[in-house]
């Protein structure tokens, strides 16, 4: 069973460059969250998603852009990204409101 | 804002020694759960909690969720190597969940 599946897993940008994070999750989950994981910080919600064509700002949204054109995908967008963005981003999907989370590896991103 | 506070942030100890970690928070959470994540992966659900004061055993580790639904502590006997990780809590309010910055076990042979 794949699960949740991230890609890049790792990425370096210059400032001000823009890229694209791709989550794809096999479980047909309805929920879906992009969070940033910084060290002291703990795991903060960046954007979620209640279902496919729906998109929710979470703690942390500016700076982001996100998509959810098919059930399956969570797209998050950096459009020009900055050295505060350097973080490892997590994606993970939940079947209901509030129950468990289940979570991608991770990708480790580097603004310089 | 919920926020919820984990203790200590690191912790090494021995093989074979008993611990406990806290979790804590000034808010009522619906529900809290305790995940443990490894270098390079994501967090990996260990339990849920629901009602207050309930008490909840998966092998060597043991889970409270306090009375009033604002803290929990995980309790590991016998610690071994395999437990070391980052252990966090997430507690859910509102649409989603409020998780801990984690305390940082270490599980010295």
């Known amino acids: 069973n794949a699960g949740v599946t991230q890609t890049p897993k790792f990425r370096v940008l210059k400032t001000g460059q823009s890229m694209t994070l791709l989550c794809a999750q096999d479980m047909n989950h309805e929920y879906m969250y992009w969070y940033r994981q910084d060290p002291g910080m703990g795991l903060r919600l960046i954007h979620y998603s209640v279902g496919e064509g729906t998109t929710a700002k979470g703690e942390v949204p500016d700076g982001y852009n996100v998509s959810r054109l098919k059930k399956q995908n969570f797209l998050l967008g950096l459009e020009s990204a900055a050295p505060s963005q350097t973080s490892v981003y997590f994606c993970a999907s939940s079947n209901l409101l509030r129950s468990p989370l289940h979570f991608g590896n991770g990708t480790r991103l580097t603004v310089t | 804002t919920q926020l919820l506070e984990q203790s200590p942030q690191f912790l090494s100890i021995q093989e074979g020694e008993n611990l406990t970690v806290y979790c804590n928070s000034s808010s009522v959470f619906s529900s809290l759960q305790w995940y443990r994540q490894e270098p390079g992966e994501g967090p990996v659900l260990l339990v849920t909690?629901?009602?207050?004061?309930e008490v909840k055993k998966l092998k060597r580790l043991t889970f409270q969720f306090g009375d009033a639904r604002k803290d929990s502590s995980l309790h590991i006997t016998a610690a071994q190597p395999g437990d070391t990780g980052l252990y966090l809590c997430?507690?859910?309010?509102?649409?989603?969940?409020?998780f801990g910055p984690g305390t940082r076990l270490s599980v010295l042979p």
């Open positions: 997430a507690g859910a309010g509102g649409q989603n969940f409020v």
């Open positions: 909690v629901v009602t207050g004061g």
